[in-house]
């Protein structure tokens, strides 16, 4: 551990040098510690109930989130908040889930767009989407979690590892 014990026969303050060692002692030590970004998610679903869960879990580790329960408001809303990520029903009255965030996308393609459904016409409405050059993240009804947090936190769709971007910053 820095700054305890010793290390060899000088103590991690010591230098064998005295002109280094004062000035060693007498230079306070500055770190420059960049904060992390916190991230921005935006939780759409037409069951209030199901935006409003989502988004207490979110909270639970840190990040910060808006609920809403149509596409259209989530459009709306969408270059204001300026997200990070988009969570969001496939099946959706008025504007799909799909729909919304192929628009997103538009606005800003570095968006990440994790689509859930638990219906299974969902899957048809996924397979032209991606015909149309379109892909998403998906995940199924009900969603756990523990997934949820993985999906958002742990990968960026490719199965590679997320950017440092992507870690929870810690509460100031």
């Given at each position: ?7 060899g ?24 510690v960049?904060?992390?970004k916190k ?22 580790e840190g990040i910060d989130?808006f ?8 459009l ?5 908040i300026?997200?990070d990520?988009v969570?969001?029903?496939?099946v ?16 800003s393609?570095?968006?990440r767009?994790i689509?859930?459904?638990g219906q299974?016409?969902?899957a048809?409405?996924l397979?032209?989407?991606r015909?149309?050059?379109h892909q ?20 960026n ?11 929870v910053?810690s509460d100031?």
């Amino acid at each position: 551990m820095f700054g305890r014990g010793e290390v060899g026969r000088y103590s991690p303050y010591s230098c064998p040098n005295p002109i280094l060692h004062r000035l060693r002692r007498e230079t306070p030590l500055v770190f420059f510690v960049q904060p992390m970004k916190k991230l921005t998610v935006m939780v759409v679903d037409d069951e209030p109930i199901v935006a409003d869960t989502i988004l207490e879990i979110l909270k639970e580790e840190g990040i910060d989130g808006f609920a809403f329960s149509s596409g259209h408001d989530a459009l709306n809303w969408f270059s204001r908040i300026n997200p990070d990520a988009v969570i969001m029903d496939v099946v959706m009255p008025g504007l799909s889930g799909i729909a919304a965030g192929i628009e997103m996308r538009k606005h800003s393609p570095a968006c990440r767009v994790i689509l859930f459904s638990g219906q299974t016409s969902a899957a048809d409405l996924l397979n032209e989407a991606r015909s149309q050059g379109h892909q998403f993240e998906v995940l199924e009804k009900p969603i756990k979690p523990e997934v949820l947090l993985a999906q958002l936190l742990g990968h960026n769709g490719t199965g590679a590892l997320a950017s440092d971007s992507w870690r929870v910053a810690s509460d100031e």
